[in-house]
């Protein structure tokens, strides 16, 4: 027997937030950004609303705290993450690791550890993580693991095979973004990470910890 929170909980819409990690600033052109678009878009089919935020673009200061003062505009992003259902990490791969800026974001966040609601959960624990990364190069699984492990830790969820990734030919200089069409395995795996993660976000909507 369903009451009626749980009922307007599982109907109302859900909502993603992607933080895309490239180093290269807006209007640049960015694989990360292009991998990013391609989820919000397959998170849309399943009645999610998403936006892209381009971390690099702002001044994110260093530190583990809320708000680092001094013009740190991590509060900005942080009230996005608070507000969506689903956090997107998109990354490019650099020297076999995750980018500077998603290293930074993951630091961030691990402020949420100490911001808690009445009952002691953490304030994003109802909330899905997933993970997108892009690279002429290996490291593809391990950076993946390092970003579900980060997000875990300060209480994101993570849906079953909630990740997807393209690595170009090693030591070439083909880019993500440069193929001629995207490749029917990232199609499909994208396809598979957004409902997964849109069915997790819905079930933890309805049903929270």
Known sequence: ????????????????????CTLKPSP????????????LDELATHD?????????????KPGVEL????????????????????????????????SSVAQ??????DAELSETDDDGRPLVEGKVGIV????????????????FQGLNDVGFSIPSQGATYWNGE?????????????PESVTSTNAVVAKNAAHLARLLAQRPY
């Not at 930074?104 to 966040?109: N, S, T, Y």
């Not at 070439?172 to 440069?178: A, C, E, M, R, S």
């Open 48 to 60: 999610v609303t998403g936006t892209a935020v381009r971390l690099v673009d702002y001044d994110i």
């Open 67 to 98: 708000d680092e003062g001094d013009g740190d505009q991590w509060p900005h992003i942080r009230e996005q993450i608070i507000a969506s259902d689903i956090l997107l990490i998109v990354t490019p791969t650099w020297m076999g690791h995750l």
């Open 28 to 39: 640049g052109e960015s694989s990360s950004q292009l991998l990013a678009r391609q989820l």
């Open 132 to 147: 997108g990364v892009v690279g002429n190069e290996d490291g593809a699984h391990a950076i993946i693991a390092d970003i």
């Open 104 to 109: 930074r974001a993951l630091e961030r966040l």
């Open 170 to 182: 090693a030591m070439q200089t083909v880019d993500y973004k440069d193929l001629d069409g995207t």
């Open 1 to 20: 027997m369903t009451d009626q929170t749980s009922m307007t909980d599982q109907t109302r819409p859900l909502t993603a937030l992607a933080l895309v």
